[in-house]
C-alpha cells in the first residue's frame, strides 16, 4: 500500500502533515500530478508533491481545510470541486485514510481514450423541440447488462462525465477480468446510458449493442422529456 505522509528522507515532516490529496484519471485510473493545481481554502500555503504524487498539505495552525479544487490547466480534464475531509483539532490518532482524498478527474473535450475502453458519444437536451436547448452539468454514465446476475451494473460514482455546455457527452466503460455481459451472436454486449440531474429520478435510454472496448460510431441524441424514469 502507497504511503500517505513524505518519504523517509523527510521523516523530520510526518508529525506535520494535515491531510493529502490523490488525483486519478477516472478512465486509466493512473495518477495525475503534474500540469494540475491543487488548493484546499482556506489553507494558504502550496501543497507538497511527494515520491507517490499525491498533493500533501503540512499543519496551519488550528486551521482545516473546507473543500479541495482542481484546476487541471490545459489537460483534457474537468475542473473539480469536493468538500475536504472533515479532520478534528486533534490530529493524534486519526488514520492516514481519513486524512486522504481521492479525486477522479472526468475526460473532457479532447481526452484520447486508450485501447480497450468501450465509449458512447452523444449529446442530451431537454426536449425535441426545435431549436434544442441543451442541458449541461448532468451526470451520464454506462451501464452493462450482467449475464450471470441478470441485471444492470454500473457504478456511477466512478464512472460519470458531466454533460458539457452544448449537452454533448462522452461516457466510457472498462469491465474487469472476472465481469460476464451478456453478448449477441456476433460479440456485441448490451449497455444502457443513465442520466442524473440533482433533485430528481435518474432516466436511462435504450438499451445499445456495442463491440467492447471500442468506440460506438452511432451518436446518440437523448431528449431529457422522453427518458424513462429508473
Not at 518519504?7 to 485510473?29: G, H, I, K, N, Q
Not at 464512472?159 to 451478456?182: I, M, S, Y
Amino acid at each position: 500500500m502507497a504511503r500517505l505522509f513524505l518519504p523517509d528522507a523527510e521523516r523530520a515532516y510526518t508529525r506535520s502533515v494535515l491531510f493529502a490529496v490523490e488525483l486519478l484519471d477516472a478512465v486509466t485510473l493512473l495518477g495525475v500530478s503534474r500540469e494540475v493545481r491543487v488548493s484546499a481554502p482556506p489553507l494558504r500555503a502550496q501543497p507538497i508533491v511527494n515520491f507517490s504524487g499525491r498533493f500533501v498539505w503540512l499543519q496551519e495552525g488550528a486551521t482545516r481545510p473546507q473543500k479541495v479544487m482542481v484546476d487541471p490547466g490545459e489537460l483534457p480534464y474537468e475542473r473539480e470541486e469536493l468538500p475536504a475531509p472533515v479532520l478534528p483539532p486533534d490530529l493524534n490518532g486519526v488514520p492516514e485514510t481519513a486524512r486522504l482524498l481521492q479525486v477522479l478527474l472526468r475526460p473532457r473535450r479532447g481526452y484520447v481514450f486508450p485501447d480497450g475502453v468501450t465509449v458512447v458519444r452523444g449529446r442530451l437536451n431537454e426536449s425535441t423541440a426545435q431549436p434544442p436547448a441543451a442541458v449541461s452539468d448532468a451526470a451520464v454514465w454506462l451501464q452493462w447488462f450482467d449475464d450471470e446476475a441478470q441485471h444492470w451494473q454500473g457504478d456511477r460514482a466512478r464512472t460519470f462525465v458531466r454533460t458539457q455546455a452544448n449537452g454533448e457527452f462522452a461516457a466510457f466503460l472498462r469491465l474487469g477480468p472476472a465481469a460476464k455481459p451478456l453478448r449477441d451472436k456476433s460479440g456485441r454486449m448490451q449497455v444502457r446510458l443513465r442520466v442524473g440531474r440533482p433533485n430528481v429520478t435518474d432516466r436511462i435510454g435504450t438499451t445499445l449493442d456495442v463491440r467492447e472496448g471500442r468506440i460506438f460510431n452511432d451518436f446518440q441524441t437523448l431528449a431529457w422529456s422522453d427518458l424513462r424514469p429508473a
